[in-house]
């Protein structure tokens, strides 16, 4: 049984290895990455988009395409143009779909308006290329077309995901392989892990692709790059926690199986409560306003939770097979040297001599970086600086190109649906509007005695001053009597979107907080140790966001962030970072039951200082992959998430902490008996 048992536990991954691997491919198959589709059902720009739907005979996207010659259009230029629109036609399902070229008043450039059917959506990106080839097809020398409105820019954005999961796993497999071999020495033990990462992965797909295939959890582009890395830093981390018990007591047992069943024992309790701790916090998303924020928290808390099952039940079956074989080619032998642990012993020794400055100085510095948080720009940006690379964008260089040459919100102008009794009101009121370049039916319907206004805005459709435009017009029409209006369209969704994700912060913030607190509470049997804990947190994260002001703003002179950016940031460091309090608090309070508070905090820091930084470095270096997505919300995410993690593990766990605790004595175990 010995060597049967864990080999049909290996043999069981392996078969959800096989299911469930050729699902991370499929994924993009149930993706939804139409902004649109964030909003909750009440936002104005939702039920606006509802409403317009009696407007119509079936739904479309608009794809805007711009033809340019800078020194003017030539009449050679007008005939190819001519040629290319009706070429458009010959493309399934575009038949008789796309207008008139529109020439702009300078005479430069002309724009066309193609409606794509929405049942083309799923393959949109297919249909996007398509239509570009055609258009592109024989156009004479110098004039160019570009597709841009928001099928360009939608048909651009699933691009930018495609291919994400292959390229990820190989960039943070390949990175924590690295770490590992320089922790373990060994070129077996990484494998072992790396493995147990992938079949964790291999689970969570599987189960993530049945709920958003059935429209249980709403999946898009991003949260699937967050699940890949944080499968891949959560299950190395745990795995770390194991690996490192089971070798020490390989020291101790001749016999493989009492090693890992001593190391199992001791490992399997902060596995488990510090994964319940992320899975919590990380469900607290389900109190956000947006879908996409929601289905990021049940989409992650699987992935949490397959990686403490691979880790609990595949890695020691594999590593009851292999044995100190593991361990190639420094097996740990019975009796020999459990390893030198000075490092972190100096570290303990010099903080528990003057802890009250240690503490006090570490503070200092980390409230100076925070001091820079009022400089971090979380209002929002613009659709076409949602890429990181914009000049390789087509939609966003045919967006500039619209901008010099028409209006800038041509092809994607705000939608009023209003009653049609005060349609000339409401008309009147929407042309005051700054920002709103003109006024027209959208629809020559009535339905249910409303009707539907196209606002053409002067500016982008994506930018801060269009959003300003639509924040004045919906104050301008409600405040016409009886209009009962909705404005929706684009900008409009930009504007809710934005205004959503500002209430989160002031919501989920709270609730994780609350969840960590009575998580540590609960481990910790106290509550002063808690609260000191949740305050070092708290100025961790805002150290991390003012360091990354510094280096969005002055360093990589990034145009802003979407206001859930410091969402995840904080969500995925808080329920992170409760994993090295876990860690570290926990041994303490061990070692203080029996020693005392003082040698309590000495020995937690030296015997867990090597685990924490290990998981440090390979939580942040998996979560510095995501950088490798050219889009400016994931390098934000990989920026934060990276540095704040490192932060963390090596400043605040080695330091703030362990002085901290020191100075407050055992007042810190309040009000339980070690505190007495």
């Not at 249980?216 to 967050?226: E, M, V």
């Not at 005695?449 to 500016?459: M, Q, S, Y």
Request: hydrophobic share 55%; with cysteine; proline share 5%.
């Amino acid at each position: 049984m010995r060597v049967v048992l864990p080999a049909l536990v290996l043999v069981g991954w392996l078969v959800i290895g096989a299911f469930g691997g050729p699902y991370q491919g499929k994924l993009a198959d149930v993706q939804s990455n139409d902004s649109s589709s964030f909003l909750p059902a009440d936002a104005e720009a939702t039920r606006a988009a509802e409403a317009q739907l009696a407007f119509t005979d079936e739904q479309a996207i608009p794809a805007i395409v711009v033809f340019e010659r800078p020194g003017g259009l030539t009449s050679a230029d007008l005939a190819a143009i001519t040629t290319r629109v009706t070429a458009i036609g010959t493309l399934p399902g575009l038949s008789g779909r796309s207008s008139p070229a529109i020439p702009s008043a300078d005479g430069a450039a002309a724009q066309v308006v193609v409606a794509i059917p929405a049942q083309f959506r799923d393959r949109l990106t297919e249909v996007v290329t398509d239509l570009r080839s055609t258009l592109a097809e024989g156009l004479p020398a110098g004039l160019t077309v570009q597709v841009a409105g928001p099928a360009g820019l939608l048909g651009d954005l699933v691009t930018a995901f495609s291919g994400i999961d292959g390229l990820l796993l190989i960039v943070a497999g390949g990175v924590v392989a690295l770490i590992l071999l320089l922790v373990y020495r060994s070129p077996l033990l990484p494998v072992l892990v790396l493995l147990s990462a992938v079949l964790a992965l291999s689970l969570a797909v599987l189960v993530v692709y049945w709920l958003a295939a059935n429209d249980l959890i709403a999946l898009s582009g991003q949260t699937q790059g967050i699940l890949f890395i944080l499968v891949v830093g959560a299950a190395t981390d745990y795995a770390l926690l194991l690996v490192s018990r089971f070798r020490e007591e390989l020291l101790r047992h001749e016999s493989t199986w009492m090693a890992m069943r001593a190391a199992y024992r001791a490992a399997i309790e902060p596995i488990l409560a510090s994964a319940g701790t992320v899975v919590l916090g990380l469900l607290c998303l389900l109190l956000s306003g947006l879908n996409s924020n929601r289905g990021l928290g049940p989409v992650a808390a699987i992935g949490i939770v397959a990686s403490v099952l691979a880790v609990l039940t595949f890695l020691p079956a594999a590593l009851l097979l292999t044995g100190r074989g593991a361990f190639w080619p420094f097996r740990p032998r019975v009796g020999a040297a459990a390893g030198r642990p000075g490092l972190w012993a100096r570290i303990a020794e010099t903080v528990g001599r003057r802890p009250r400055a240690i503490w006090v100085g570490t503070a200092i510095v980390l409230l100076g970086a925070a001091a820079l948080v009022p400089q971090f720009r979380a209002s929002g940006v613009a659709q076409s600086d949602f890429f990181v690379n914009k000049s390789a964008v087509e939609s966003v260089q045919g967006q500039d190109t619209l901008g010099r040459h028409f209006p800038g919100g041509t092809g994607a102008p705000a939608v009023i649906i209003t009653a049609a009794s005060t349609e000339d009101a409401v008309i009147a009121a929407a042309r005051g509007v700054e920002g709103v370049s003109d006024v027209r039916r959208g629809s020559d319907r009535v339905v249910d005695g409303r009707v539907e206004l196209n606002a053409v805005l002067a500016d982008a459709p994506d930018s801060e001053a269009a959003v300003a435009a639509v924040r004045s017009l919906r104050e301008a029409v409600r405040a016409v009597p009886g209009a009962d209006p909705l404005v929706g369209g684009i900008t409009a969704t930009q504007l809710d979107t934005q205004d959503t994700a500002a209430r989160d912060l002031r919501v989920v913030i709270p609730a994780v907080l609350l969840v960590v607190f009575i998580v540590l509470a609960l481990l910790l049997r106290a509550l002063v140790a808690p609260l000191l804990l949740i305050a070092t947190v708290v100025l961790s994260f805002a150290a991390t966001l003012g360091i990354g002001s510094l280096v969005f703003n002055d360093l990589l002179d990034l145009p802003g962030a979407d206001p859930s950016v410091p969402l995840f940031a904080f969500v995925f460091l808080v329920a992170l970072g409760v994993d090295y309090n876990i860690f570290l608090m926990s041994r303490v309070r061990e070692e203080a039951v029996r020693h005392g508070t003082r040698a309590g905090v000495l020995t937690g820091l030296s015997v867990t200082g090597g685990v924490i930084t290990s998981a440090g470095v390979v939580l942040a270096a998996t979560f510095a992959a995501l950088a490798v997505i050219p889009i400016l919300f994931l390098l934000q995410i990989a920026i934060l998430v990276a540095f704040g993690v490192l932060l963390d593990a090596l400043v605040v766990r080695t330091l703030l902490v362990p002085a901290l605790s020191l100075d407050v004595g055992r007042r810190i175990w309040w009000p339980s008996k070690v505190a007495r």
